[in-house]
Nanobody, 122 residues
Framework: QVHLVESGGGLVQAGGSLRLSCAAS????????MGWFRQGPGKQRDLVAA????????YYADSVKGRFTLSRDSAKNTVYLQMNSLQPEGTAVYYC???????????????WGQGTQVTVSS
């Protein structure tokens, strides 16, 4: 079982940046697809970005494309989400998730972190 711990959330003004980190309990680079989700107040949880095992493919939701960047550091067993030009609609709890296999869209993720709050003030 993979344990995931997110960090890096906080309060930021509109237009600002944050970098979220997701530390995994084991090396996930070649075995697990990793995803970042977010759930805003009263909203469903949506996939924001994901990368398949090996990192050959990366997905971004249209709402964050060009502003968010997902990266992985296999030596540190850590996945990052760099978020730039944040807007108030980006206020949400952000979750890191993992699943074995290479698919990242329209699939269930098996392991989840506890989430980290991101609040963007206008």
């Amino acid at each position: 079982q993979v344990h995931l711990v997110e960090s890096g959330g906080g309060l930021v003004q509109a237009g600002g940046s944050l970098r979220l980190s997701c530390a995994a309990s084991e090396n996930t680079f070649s075995t697990y697809t990793m995803g970042w989700f977010r759930q805003g107040p009263g909203k469903q949880r949506d996939l924001v970005a994901a990368t398949n095992w090996g990192g050959s493919k990366t997905y971004y939701a249209d709402s964050v494309k060009g502003r968010f960047t997902l990266s992985r550091d296999s030596a540190k067993n850590t996945v990052y989400l760099q978020m730039n030009s944040l807007q108030p609609e980006g206020t949400a709890v952000y979750y890191c998730a993992a699943r074995p296999g290479s698919s990242y869209l329209y699939v269930e993720y098996d392991y989840w972190g506890q989430g980290t709050q991101v609040t963007v003030s206008s």
